[in-house]
């Protein structure tokens, strides 16, 4: 490759292997002249006629995987530390860690880890609408699915979540709070609190992301707050631990549903009303095709990920049927 260009080869002979190695990436056709071209490439197909379906279908598939990934372990890790920041100004940079040490462990390692590995199932569009709309394909070339201002915005997202809870969290259970038995709520349950908050939109940030919904994502994405909760009431139960008796005395106050609730409508409203704005103002080219039904008639160029050089999109105004694509 040249010129910071990314270069595809495809060959089916042993003659063909320097220039597939050569290449960005290389496709191998397993025929007649033997394997020797599909062993030194990166992909191998058995007829030419599969290299359409390999970069329009799951070539776009692979790319808009890669980039929601990689976006969201960003967001969900700014998310968890800039808490322990922004802690840090409120106990005069004291040292005191805000989050237990096991929690903080099991964040990424347990109760966020089934979501985003299960979203390798998930298709942006169906499969025939890409191989129709091989236009759509222009979105992985130009590389909008990971530009600097998504990742900017996932950045920032995380932060804004991480000052919401905290903020929220300190602000109810200050010290003039007082439970049901009137007892003062203890630093353990406070950042039990916001833990459990920041599991609950986890769910919620990661079926946004989702285009499609299968058994297996579905479960992955809705199995984190049971998860967090069985662990939470089997590591409070233990005697030794320091965690000890923190699960039962946040089951037993009503105010940490109500917060925990609280929390995570005021984290999420946000985001849908955003995500909604841009899918109904300023539509990529994505969102339009995941209209069904919608033709595209592709005319330009594609600039910033967005569509305004497709035309002859018709949308039916009683009830379109849509999926989502943001």
């Keep these: 490759a040249h010129g910071g260009q990314r270069v595809l080869s495809i060959g089916d002979g042993g003659n063909d292997v320097s220039m597939i190695q050569e290449a960005t990436i290389g496709v191998g056709i397993v025929g007649k002249e033997g394997k020797q071209a599909s062993r030194a490439a990166d992909y191998s197909i ?4 599969f290299l359409q379906r390999l ?10 995987r890669s980039c929601f990934i990689a976006k969201y372990c960003f967001y969900k890790s700014m998310e968890i530390a800039f808490i322990q920041v922004l802690f840090n100004f409120v106990t005069l940079f004291s040292g005191v860690s805000y989050w237990d040490s096991l929690l903080l462990t099991c964040w990424n390692g347990v109760f966020t880890l089934p979501a985003p590995f ?3 199932l998930n298709k942006i569009l169906p499969a025939e609408r890409l191989l129709a709309s091989p236009e759509l394909y222009r979105h992985c070339q130009k590389g909008l699915g990971m530009t600097p201002a998504s990742f900017r915005n996932c950045i920032l997202l995380g932060i804004a979540h991480a000052i919401v809870a905290i903020g929220v969290t300190l602000a109810v259970f200050n010290g003039d709070f007082a439970g049901v038995h009137g007892d003062p709520m203890d630093f353990r349950s406070i950042y039990t609190i916001t833990y459990t908050a920041l599991i609950c939109i986890q769910v919620w940030i990661v079926m946004l992301g989702s285009h499609t919904m299968t058994v297996y994502n579905l479960v992955g994405i809705l199995c984190m707050p049971p ?3 069985a662990f939470t009431f089997t590591y409070a139960a233990i ?3 320091q965690y000890f008796g923190v699960a039962k ?3 037993a106050e009503p105010t940490v549903y109500f917060t925990v609730l609280l929390l995570t409508m005021g ?12 899918f109904n103002y300023r539509p990529s080219p994505i969102d339009s095709a995941a209209v069904k039904g919608s033709p595209l008639a592709y005319s330009g160029t594609i600039q910033d990920g967005r569509c305004d050089d497709f035309t002859s999109i018709e949308v039916s105004n009683s009830s379109p049927q849509m999926v989502r694509s943001y």
Excluded: E, K, N
Excluded at 59 to 64: A, D, L, P, V
Excluded at 267 to 278: E, G, Q, T
């Design 46 to 49: 058995g007829r030419f006629r």
């Design 55 to 64: 970069l329009l279908v799951h070539g776009h598939y692979s790319y808009q």
């Design 118 to 120: 299960l979203y390798l």
């Design 227 to 229: 998860l967090f909760a």
């Design 239 to 241: 005697p030794r631990m």
């Design 249 to 251: 005395h946040l089951a």
């Design 267 to 278: 984290l999420l409203v946000p985001s849908l009303a955003i995500r909604a704005w841009f």
